[in-house]
């Protein structure tokens, strides 16, 4: 059975499974043929991949959806992330400066790597959405200032370089 909803600039159908289970699900590309002629409670045909749902046929039509990975890549990537934090800390900044607000500055590294993950996954999809650039980017500026400058310094450490 398959149920239609949507939401700004995206397009999301509700499927379940024969075993009784509803999944959500994101229609790829904008192409919306395979939306449009969709019917809530329609029965659809679902393609799978490794136990995860690529496409479905419903009423003739095909619609691509996108893989739902519940934060596993996110899961995957912040150790790697966090550890490049420490070894940058490491190198580059001298013990006195490393002690100071060290807390602080890893939580502005960690949430530099999450806030740059929602625009660059959409680059990789192809499908921006201006508001995701709005609400990130200021915000990576502001983790990128913390990193940067200690809070209690008026002086940037790379002022004298």
Do not use: H
Not at 76 to 105: E, I, Q
Not at 137 to 160: E, H
Request: proline share 6%; charged share 15%; with cysteine.
């Amino acid at each position: 059975m398959l149920e239609k909803s949507s939401t700004v600039g995206m397009r999301n159908v509700t499927l379940r499974w024969a075993s009784g289970a509803e999944k959500k699900y994101t229609i790829e590309g904008i192409g919306g043929s395979c939306y449009e002629r969709a019917r809530n409670g329609s029965q659809a045909e679902m393609v799978t991949w490794r136990g995860k749902l690529m496409r479905f046929e419903v009423r003739g039509a095909t619609c691509q959806v996108t893989p739902q990975e519940d934060g596993a890549l996110m899961l995957t990537v912040a150790p790697g992330w966090a550890g490049a934090g420490l070894v940058l800390a490491c190198l580059l900044l001298p013990a006195p400066l490393l002690a100071k607000s060290p807390g602080l500055r890893f939580g502005a590294w960690m949430g530099l790597g999450g806030l740059a993950y929602f625009p660059v996954i959409q680059l990789i999809t192809g499908e921006t959405q201006w508001w995701v650039w709005a609400l990130c980017v200021p915000l990576m500026l502001m983790c990128s200032f913390a990193v940067l400058f200690p809070p209690d310094r008026r002086v940037p450490r790379y002022a004298g370089i």
